[in-house]
């Protein structure tokens, strides 16, 4: 069933525990994602890369169509909105969360941005993510990690000024693979967000910053637990180390296909065990 997104992360920051937010490009990934929230009965956001599909707008309908096929709540959320028309589009896509990602901009700018961006998302109920610092690429991790990391206090005046209904912070993980040494997460500036914050805040590059360091994250009190790449390498080293294919023999394009989505579905469920949100369903079939 499609919710709102702050319906969700309200509930999980009630409840202590985080929910997974992973990365879908097509109607497969999509499906993988559903059918892995069912079977452990967890609520789950689906986030959606402005140019990871050619039409999010048509994109966002079929997926609001699948979300309303199961007793699960589902919120769809535009990740990384870094454009006035990628988030309009998001809206007529039926999307019930937008992150208006305006963080590379000055404090104030950003902050006007988002709020501009509230105002015309507050009446239609869908939810604002804004970031606040700056999440490196794992490509850049050691050089940039300090310089992004989030200043607790101006987090707290951000929120104030911009509105949001949720916060992505940086606390020393990034995007993609890391290709040097990471992460390092800090779980004290976590904590001090947490006390000055009140909304519920967000993980961005779940992704190889480690099940342990993510679920600490959800335990001090992270809602929303972004990822993306792993599922996806998950998915490809099933397929790569199949022995079918290995063998040479021809499996074809649908069967290959099964096997990959098949592992990105498993690596999905991993993480939502990480995140504590299995069995936390609380949309029940009524008799």
Excluded at 122 to 148: H, M, N, S, W
Excluded at 246 to 252: A, K, L, R, T, V
């Amino acid at each position: 069933m499609l919710v709102s997104m702050l319906e969700i992360l309200e509930k999980a920051k009630e409840g202590g525990y985080g929910v997974l937010a992973p990365n879908v490009f097509n109607e497969d990934s999509v499906r993988a994602c559903i059918e892995a929230a069912v079977e452990l009965d967890s609520p789950l956001i689906i986030d959606v890369l402005p140019d990871n599909h050619k039409d999010i707008v048509s994109f966002g309908k079929l997926i609001c169509s699948m979300a309303n096929e199961v007793r699960i709540p589902i919120a769809l959320n535009l990740d990384h909105g870094d454009s006035f028309d990628a988030c309009v589009k998001a809206i007529y896509g039926g999307f019930t969360g937008i992150m208006v990602d305006r963080s590379a901009l000055s404090f104030e700018e950003n902050a006007r941005q988002v709020a501009e961006f509230k105002n015309i998302c507050a009446p239609l109920g869908i939810t604002v993510e804004a970031e606040f610092g700056q999440i490196a690429d794992g490509c850049d991790y050691e050089e940039k990690r300090d310089e992004y990391l989030t200043d607790p206090v101006k987090a707290k005046e951000f929120v104030e000024k911009s509105g949001c209904d949720c916060l992505a912070v940086s606390i020393g993980e990034a995007h993609g693979e890391y290709t040097g040494k990471g992460p390092d997460i800090d779980f004290e500036r976590l904590k001090e967000i947490k006390n000055l914050v009140d909304v519920p805040l967000v993980f961005h590059g779940g992704s190889f910053s480690g099940f342990e360091n993510i679920a600490e994250c959800c335990r001090i009190g992270t809602q929303k637990v972004n990822m993306g790449t792993d599922a996806y390498n998950y998915g490809l080293d099933c397929l790569f180390h199949d022995g079918r294919y290995q063998n040479g023999e021809n499996i074809g394009a649908r069967m290959a296909g099964d096997i990959m989505w098949a592992g990105y579905k498993e690596r999905v469920m991993d993480y939502m065990k990480v995140t504590g949100s299995v069995g936390k369903n609380w949309i029940k079939i009524e008799n």
